[in-house]
């Protein structure tokens, strides 16, 4: 058996370390904040519902696939606001999602997936049938706002926390000139893509907005036929979509909106 003399020992532990803190980094970052929050929401209330239910254990040690079922489908059947109030239609897809990412990583039943129709169909039915309920009869959609003034969104504009110089900025600023210019609301936010934006002669941006097929407003969102809106060559504007557009990763994932790098934590690792 080949031994390590103390010297070379120490050198391979030196060479070693810092790629381990590198694997960490990256497994650590791949994690998004938000979507770890959002898990940890939903399964806290989905475990209080099943307290109330007087079940047993927690919902990751259930190992009968038809036990999940009929658990999951009661759940996502009566969940409610704590006021009584339906939820919206996008925070239920959000729970689902979130529910199902828990799921993969935590759960006893192995290459679980929910949103395969196989194996789960039950579930999207309830999910898809509680989504189309509440859309048909105009329940559980966020309330809108009163607009907002032109002076009012100058000052927004202006505001350092917008000024575009971070990546945490620079997706504040996006997200509020699309909701501005293009009039998003809400979900209609997380239905944008990257290449929905094409730069045009003028130096400004066609933006192709898609609608589902029939309005049909199921689980999935179907990229039917599109609008195109058109965002004049603005310096308030243009810039800052200029901007966040080149630095999006080359082959990243297709939606517009992408999470952040946490530059100080990523200096600290000297990456």
Known sequence: MLRLGSKNKEKLEETTTPVKDKVDFYCEFSKVKNTVKATDIWIGL???????????????????EQDLIEQLCSFFANMKKKDGADYSVNSIRASLAAVNHFFQEKSRIKNIDLYNDSCFKAIKEVVNGKIRFLSKNRKGETKGTDSLKA????????????????PERLLRRVFFINAIYLGFRGGEHALLNGTDFVKCNDGGYNVFIYCSKNNQRGL???RGKADKLVLANHPEVTPFLD?????????TDPDFYLQEAEEEFALKMGI
Do not use: A
């Open 151 to 166: 002076n009012e969104i100058t000052q927004i504009l202006n505001h350092r926390l917008l000024d575009g110089t971070t």
């Open 243 to 251: 901007k966040y557009l080149s630095s999006c990763p080359y082959d």
């Open 46 to 64: 989905l475990e209080k519902f099943r307290d109330e239910q007087l079940y047993i254990g927690k919902i990751q040690e259930v190992e009968s």
């Open 220 to 222: 999935t969102e179907n």
